[in-house]
C-alpha cells in the first residue's frame, strides 16, 4: 500500500473553507510555527509568590547607574518598582489631611464610616490613615492606623472602608467602639483609581468611535477612564502617566520607599502640563514628550486636556515648559483625527496615531524643535498599546486589520482575519495590548473576545515566516526580554494576580499546558470522487524538553464524506519517541487530522515537554465509489 506523506503549510488559516484550505492548517491554540512547522508554545511560571494590587496594564524595565534592574508595574489599582521580588508601592499621593479625620463604628459591623471634609475620593481609592487613637474597643489605634481601600463614597465629606485586623482580615467592632479616633487623625490619600471596564459612554469616545465632539457626555479625566499607564526611563529615574492623569516622577536615588511625584511639584516647575493622555521621552535629544497634553492659556496650564496637543519640555528637563527663545520647549497641534489614540518610539521618530490616523514627529532642532508629518489616514489605532516595536519595522493592529510601518504603511494580510475581528469585544478594546517575542520571530496582540470584557485570546504573526497564530491566554501586559532574560507578563490564578516569566518551562506553571492541539482543514483523494481507506499512520514527531522521553500526545483522525457533513471522530491513538506506526480503519470521503497534547490539567500527568510536528505519512488507498 503506498504510503502518503502529507506536510501542511505553515500557519492557521481561517479565512478559506476547510475543504478550500486542503494542505493547510484550520485551527490551533497554544501552538507557534517555527521554521515552517508547528510545535507547542513554550510554557511559564510565577516569577514570584508575591501578588500585587488590580488588574496589571503595562511594564517596563530599565537599568539604574549602579547596574540595579527595575521592573514598573502599571495597575488599574496601583503603580509599582520591582525589584527582586518586591513589588513596591511608589503609587503618588494626590492629597494629604491633617488633623481632620473623623471616625464612627457600629457595633456588630466592620464599616467605618469617615468624615473628611473635600476628601475627593472614588470608590477603590486608598487613603493611609496615622494618628489615629483607639475607638475604645477592638478598633484600636494599631487597626485604624494602616492602609486602606475605600469601599463606598457617600458623599464629598464622608465614606466607608472595612476594618480589617493584622491578617488582613474584616474586623467588626463591639459595644466599646464609641470614640472618634481623636483630634490628631491625618489622611493620605493616593491618586484616584481609573476603571478595570472600559465605559464608552463617559468621556472619552463617547457614543460611536470618534463621533460628536470630543468628550460630548463628560469632561476628560483619570476617575471615569479604563486605567492605563505609559511610563518611560529619564537617565535612572522614572517618568509615569496614568492615562488622562497627571505626570510623575520617581527618583531613583531616593530609594523605592519613596512614591512618585507630581511633577508641578518639583523644584523649578514652570508650566509643566498638570494632565495628559500619554507620556514619552525622547531618548536620543532628551525632551520629555506629553500626547494629549493640556495647554497654556496665559500663564498657566488649563487643566483640560487638549486630545490632538502634544507638549515637549526643554531639552534634558522636566521642570521646564515655558517656550522661550532660551530653551526647546514648546507644543504642536494634530489636525488629523478627534483624539490622540497612541504613540510610540521608533527608530529616530516617534510615531503617533490619532483615531483615523498615523503622523511622525522628529527632532529637527531650532527653532522649531521638532516637525511633524501625516504618513497616512485611515490608519488609526486600536487602542494606547496596540502598537509595537519589532527588528523590521513598527506593527500595529487597526479597527480594520494589521499593519507594518517601515518607512511606509502596509497592511499585512492576514490568514485570521475575520476570525479576530467578527468575535472581539469592541466595546473593551482599549484593553488590546501588543507584544513581540524576539526569540521566535513573533509579533503578537492579546485581546478580548465578544463573550469577555478582559483579555482571553491572542492572535501572532511569525514576520519572517509570515505565519499567524491564534489561542486562549489572559495576559494584560507583556515586556519581552531584554534587561530581563525572559519574557515578563501579568495574568491572574485563581483570580490572584501575579507576575509571570515566559518561555522558561514546558508547562503552564508547573501543570501541564491544557487543550494544546493543531488541526488541519479537510484532506480529500481525487476530490472526493472515490471514498478512500486509511489503514495507519506513520507519526513524525520530534519530543523536546527535560521529560521528553516520557512525552505523548494524541493523534485524531476525524471524518466526513461530504463539506456540510459534521466531522465525526475515527479514531484517537497516542504517540510517544518510540511509537513506529498508528492502525486505525477508516473509510471516508474527506478527513481532518488533528494533533493534540496528551497533557491533563486535573491530574497533572505528563508535563516537561515540547513537541513539534513534521511530515507525517498515511497509508491510503482508493475504495471505490459507493
Not at 535612572?236 to 531616593?254: F, M, Q, T, V
Not at 481532518?592 to 491533563?600: E, K, L, M, T, Y
Amino acid at each position: 500500500m503506498a504510503l502518503t506523506k502529507i506536510l501542511f503549510n505553515p500557519g492557521i488559516n481561517k479565512e478559506m473553507t476547510d475543504l478550500v484550505d486542503k494542505g493547510g492548517w484550520a485551527d490551533g491554540n497554544l501552538i507557534r510555527f517555527r521554521k515552517g512547522l508547528p510545535e507547542k508554545i513554550g510554557g511559564w511560571a510565577k516569577a514570584t509568590t508575591e501578588n500585587y494590587q488590580g488588574t496589571g496594564r503595562a511594564l517596563t524595565a530599565w537599568v539604574a547607574l549602579d547596574a540595579t534592574k527595575y521592573l514598573g508595574l502599571g495597575t488599574t489599582l496601583k503603580y509599582y518598582v520591582t525589584t527582586g521580588d518586591i513589588f513596591n508601592d511608589v503609587t503618588p499621593i494626590r492629597a494629604t489631611t491633617t488633623n481632620g479625620i473623623v471616625f464612627a463604628a457600629t457595633n456588630g459591623s466592620s464599616t467605618i464610616t469617615a468624615t473628611d471634609s473635600s476628601h475627593g475620593a472614588v470608590v477603590n481609592d486608598f487613603v493611609t490613615i496615622s494618628g489615629a487613637a483607639t475607638l475604645g474597643g477592638v478598633i484600636t489605634d494599631a487597626v485604624l492606623n494602616q492602609e486602606y481601600q475605600i469601599t463606598s463614597v457617600a458623599n464629598a465629606n464622608t465614606y466607608t472602608f472595612t476594618a480589617k485586623d493584622s491578617s488582613g482580615d474584616a474586623l467588626a467592632a463591639n459595644s466599646s467602639d464609641t470614640g472618634n479616633g481623636g483630634a490628631g487623625v491625618d489622611g493620605a490619600y493616593q491618586i484616584n483609581v481609573g476603571l478595570d471596564v472600559y465605559v464608552s459612554s463617559t468621556g472619552w469616545g463617547a457614543g460611536l468611535w470618534g463621533a460628536g465632539p470630543f468628550g460630548s457626555a463628560t469632561a476628560l479625566s483619570d476617575t471615569d477612564q479604563l486605567r492605563l499607564w505609559s511610563h518611560d526611563a529619564f537617565g535612572e529615574d522614572l517618568i509615569i502617566n496614568p492615562r488622562a492623569g497627571g505626570i510623575y516622577y520617581w527618583d531613583e536615588s531616593s530609594g523605592v520607599s519613596t512614591r512618585a511625584v507630581d511633577i508641578t511639584t518639583l523644584s523649578g516647575a514652570n508650566l509643566s502640563p498638570t494632565k495628559g493622555l500619554q507620556t514619552i521621552v525622547s531618548d536620543i535629544d532628551r525632551h520629555v514628550i506629553v500626547l494629549g497634553a493640556d495647554p497654556i492659556v496665559g500663564s498657566a496650564r488649563t487643566g483640560a486636556i487638549d486630545p490632538l496637543l502634544i507638549a515637549f519640555s526643554d531639552q534634558e528637563s522636566i521642570t521646564e515648559w515655558d517656550p522661550s527663545a532660551t530653551n526647546t520647549a514648546g507644543s504642536l497641534r494634530l489636525s488629523s483625527g478627534s483624539q490622540i489614540v497612541g504613540g510610540l518610539r521608533s527608530r529616530q521618530e516617534l510615531l503617533i496615531w490619532t483615531d483615523t490616523s498615523l503622523y511622525t514627529m522628529q527632532f529637527i532642532g531650532a527653532p522649531f524643535t521638532f516637525g511633524v508629518n501625516l504618513i497616512n489616514e485611515n490608519v488609526g489605532l486600536i487602542s494606547p498599546s496596540a502598537a509595537i516595536n519589532a527588528p523590521d519595522g513598527v506593527y500595529w493592529m487597526a479597527r480594520d486589520g494589521f499593519y507594518t510601518y517601515n518607512g511606509s504603511v502596509q497592511r499585512l494580510v492576514c490568514s485570521v482575519l475575520n476570525y479576530v475581528l467578527d468575535d472581539f469585544n469592541s466595546s473593551q478594546s482599549f484593553k488590546t495590548i501588543s507584544f513581540t517575542n524576539r526569540e521566535f520571530n513573533e509579533v503578537g496582540w492579546f485581546y478580548p473576545s465578544s463573550s469577555s470584557t478582559e483579555i482571553d485570546r491572542y492572535v501572532t504573526y511569525n514576520y519572517l515566516e509570515k505565519a499567524w497564530s491564534i489561542g486562549e491566554l489572559s495576559r494584560t501586559a507583556w515586556l519581552d526580554d531584554g534587561i530581563f532574560e525572559k519574557p515578563r507578563a501579568t495574568g491572574k490564578d485563581s483570580s490572584v494576580n501575579y507576575l509571570y516569566i515566559h518561555e522558561n518551562s514546558d508547562d503552564a506553571d508547573g501543570i501541564p499546558m491544557d487543550n494544546v492541539f493543531i488541526e488541519s482543514g479537510d484532506i480529500d483523494i481525487e476530490d472526493g470522487e472515490k471514498f478512500s481507506f486509511i489503514r495507519r499512520i506513520i507519526p513524525d514527531v520530534k519530543f523536546l524538553g527535560e521529560n521528553s522521553t516520557n512525552g505523548q500526545i494524541n493523534f485524531v483522525l476525524k471524518t466526513r464524506n461530504f463539506p456540510g457533513d459534521s466531522l465525526s471522530t475515527n479514531s484517537t491513538s497516542d504517540v510517544t519517541s518510540s511509537t513506529q506506526q498508528n492502525h486505525i480503519r477508516a473509510r471516508t470521503r474527506q478527513m481532518v487530522f488533528r494533533a493534540q497534547s496528551d497533557d491533563d490539567a486535573a491530574t497533572g500527568v505528563r508535563t516537561g515537554f515540547k513537541w513539534r510536528l513534521g511530515a507525517n505519512r498515511f497509508d491510503i488507498r482508493p475504495d471505490g465509489k459507493r
